[in-house]
């Protein structure tokens, strides 16, 4: 794929958002190609010309994707239309072997899109306060919380860290990973007795396969110093390098 005609799919809820919040980050890791934004009503794209997948943060997540009999939890916000969209999207991402980055949201419907579950109301299942994971704006990060990375994932090598603070801004997360995914990131202070600690970062099982999905928001901590805004610029730039080399 010649660099002149690919580029890089940006799946969000809003452009504006989009253009705001996350292409700066793109640019800034190296990205100097096509930023192509997509959203719910607009065509399913051709991806042919497509060298990445970036997938944004939102709304929830309809459950009858993952079970037809789970009634959507009072509490849940759901972006149907979207759900609609992305989850062919993904699906034909994956079965060209794009390299696709889930953030927020977008690590919740990869994994969906993919054959996993989500917990839709993390306060509930967890019994914790409403709080822990909902801290700060787009615009005003709150380092709330910190992630563990397992030590022989290919996140933690990417990121080169094994603990960092991260923000958090959600109130669903997955529940069963999908099966061509693991999970490589927890944050071990938000536990269950039957799931274990919430979830926090997937990688694909395949190692020639450049997917990875986190829950936190590091197109707000870019402009960091310090590990979470180094392990922000490190995803971003990891993403771009993965997106560059499918145009050889």
């Known amino acids: 794929m010649s660099s002149t005609n690919s580029n890089l ?9 989009a253009e705001k919040y996350y292409l700066p980050a793109l640019k800034a890791a190296g990205w100097a190609g096509a930023l192509h934004l997509v959203a719910a009503g607009d065509p399913l794209p051709d991806l042919a010309n497509t060298s990445g997948l970036l997938l944004t943060g939102g709304d929830d997540i309809h459950p009858g994707h993952w079970d037809a009999t789970e009634p959507v ?11 609609a969209f992305e989850i062919p999207l ?7 072997h794009l390299p696709i980055l ?35 704006t ?21 990121l ?11 109130h669903q997360s997955v529940k069963r990973v999908a099966a061509p995914l693991v999970a490589v990131g927890w944050h071990l202070d938000t536990a269950h007795p039957d799931t274990g600690p919430i979830i926090e970062a ?12 986190v829950q936190w928001h590091p197109e707000n901590l870019v402009g960091l110093k310090g590990p979470a805004g180094d392990a922000a610029r490190d995803l971003f730039t990891a993403f771009v390098q993965a997106a560059k080399r499918g145009q050889d």
């Not at 977008?106 to 801290?135: F, K, T, W």
């Not at 787009?138 to 090598?157: E, I, K, N, T």
């Not at 997937?202 to 999905?213: L, Q």
């Open 102 to 136: 889930g953030i927020c949201r977008g690590e919740q419907i990869l994994n969906v899109a993919l054959g996993g579950s989500m917990i839709q109301d993390v306060p509930e299942h967890y019994a914790c306060e409403p709080e822990r994971h909902q801290h700060g």
């Open 202 to 213: 997937v990688e694909a099982t395949d190692p020639t396969r450049w997917v990875f999905g």
């Open 73 to 83: 939890h009072p509490k849940a916000e759901v972006d149907a239309a979207r759900d």
């Open 90 to 96: 993904i699906r034909a991402a994956w079965d060209r």
């Open 160 to 170: 080169g860290e094994d603990v960092f603070l991260v923000n958090s801004r959600h």
């Open 138 to 158: 787009p615009d005003a990060a709150d380092m709330h919380h910190r992630v563990q990375l397992a030590p022989g994932s290919r996140l933690r090598a990417l």
């Open 9 to 17: 799919l940006v799946s969000c809820k809003n452009k504006s958002g």
